[in-house]
C-alpha cells in the first residue's frame, strides 16, 4: 500500500529546518542544499515543497510568527492582567534555547524585509495580528482610556511590541543580562500599564 505523505507536515519540518539554520548561521547560509542536509532530505525531496529559497524563507517566517501567536493563545486567561500582560511579552524573548533560536531566525528576518517586499509583507501581516490580539487584551482588561480607548489600546499594544522587539534584541546578544533585562520588563509595563481603573 502506497505511504501517505502528510504535505502540510513535511513543509513544516523544512520550515523548522529553515529556522534553524537561520538562528545558527544567518540567511546567507540557506539554500535548497543546506536546508535540504539539516531536514534529511535530499535537494530534490526539499524542491518538492519549495521551489526556490525564497519560497523556503517565506514559509519559514510564516512559521515563526505562528509559533508566537500559539504561545500567545496558551496564556492563562485567569492570571491577574499584570500578570498575563508579562506572560505575552514573555513568549516572545529570547529566554530558552527554542525561543532564542526563534529570536535570532526572526531578527534575521527582519533585516532581509527591509530590502525584500516579500518577506517584509508576512512581517507587517504577523505584527498587525499579535498587535490586535495584544490590543484586545488590554482593552478586555480595562486599558483603554480617553476618547477612543480602542486606540488607546491599540497605542499601548504598539508600544508593549516595541518594548518586547528591543529586550528581544538585548537578550540575544547580552545573554548574561537576563536577569537585568527582566527587571527593565517589569520597570517598563509598570509604567506602560498601570492597574486597570473600573469604569463607573
Known amino acids: 500500500m502506497p505511504k501517505t505523505v502528510d504535505r502540510e507536515e513535511q513543509r513544516r519540518q523544512i520550515g523548522a529546518a529553515v529556522l534553524r539554520l537561520a538562528s545558527e548561521q544567518g540567511l546567507d547560509e540557506v539554500s535548497v542544499r543546506t536546508v535540504a542536509a539539516a531536514a534529511g532530505r535530499s535537494p530534490g525531496a526539499v524542491q518538492k515543497y519549495f521551489r526556490t529559497k525564497d519560497e523556503m524563507l517565506a514559509f519559514a517566517a510564516e512559521l515563526a510568527g505562528a509559533r508566537i501567536e500559539e504561545r500567545m493563545a496558551a496564556v492563562d486567561p485567569g492570571l491577574p492582567p499584570r500578570e498575563a500582560l508579562c506572560a505575552l511579552v514573555l513568549t ?68 508593549v511590541i516595541a518594548l518586547s522587539d528591543g529586550l528581544a534584541l538585548r537578550l540575544l546578544y547580552a545573554p548574561d543580562d537576563r536577569e537585568a533585562l527582566l527587571r527593565a520588563l517589569d520597570r517598563a509595563l509598570d509604567a506602560l500599564v498601570p492597574p486597570a481603573v473600573p469604569h463607573p
Open 92 to 159: 516572545t524573548l529570547p529566554v530558552d534555547a527554542e525561543r532564542r533560536a526563534e529570536a535570532a531566525a526572526q531578527l534575521a528576518f527582519a533585516t532581509r524585509a527591509a530590502h525584500h517586499p516579500g518577506l517584509g509583507a508576512i512581517r507587517r501581516r504577523v505584527d498587525a495580528d499579535v498587535r490586535e490580539a495584544l490590543a484586545g487584551w488590554l482593552a478586555a482588561a480595562g486599558h483603554g482610556r480617553g476618547p477612543e480607548p480602542a486606540a488607546d489600546c491599540l497605542a499601548l499594544a504598539d508600544a
